[in-house]
Nanobody, 116 residues
Framework: QVQLVESGGGLVQPGGSLRLSCTAS????????MAWYRQAPGKERELVAR???????NYADPVKDRFTISRDNAKNTVYLQMNSLKPEDTAVYYC??????????WGQGTQVSVSS
């Protein structure tokens, strides 16, 4: 059983930046993919970005060129660098991990609020 713990959320003004971290209780090197999802009030949870074990990344269109996902296997941590934040980025952000098997894991979420 792997636990994922997110941190780094908060309140930021439009145009600002935040970096989210997701630290796993176990090794992430065995994870097939790690990802960030978000869920805004009244909306479905949506994929924001994902990174595969080989390093390939995918981004949702609304965040391309503004967000960057990365992973540090030595620290068992995945990051989401968010720049040029917009009010529509306001949501609870969740960390997700998938092991081949398959078995998946979710974090508890961290709130990101973008407002002036």
């Amino acid at each position: 059983q792997v636990q994922l713990v997110e941190s780094g959320g908060g309140l930021v003004q439009p145009g600002g930046s935040l970096r989210l971290s997701c630290t796993a209780s176990g090794s992430i090197s065995s994870m097939y993919v790690m990802a960030w999802y978000r869920q805004a009030p009244g909306k479905e949870r949506e994929l924001v970005a994902r990174i595969f074990g080989g390093g390939n990344t995918n981004y949702a269109d609304p965040v391309k060129d503004r967000f960057t996902i990365s992973r540090d296997n030595a620290k068992n941590t995945v990051y989401l660098q968010m720049n040029s934040l917009k009010p529509e980025d306001t949501a609870v952000y969740y960390c997700y991990a998938l092991q081949l098997g398959p078995r998946d894991y979710w974090g508890q979420g961290t709130q990101v609020s973008v407002s002036s």
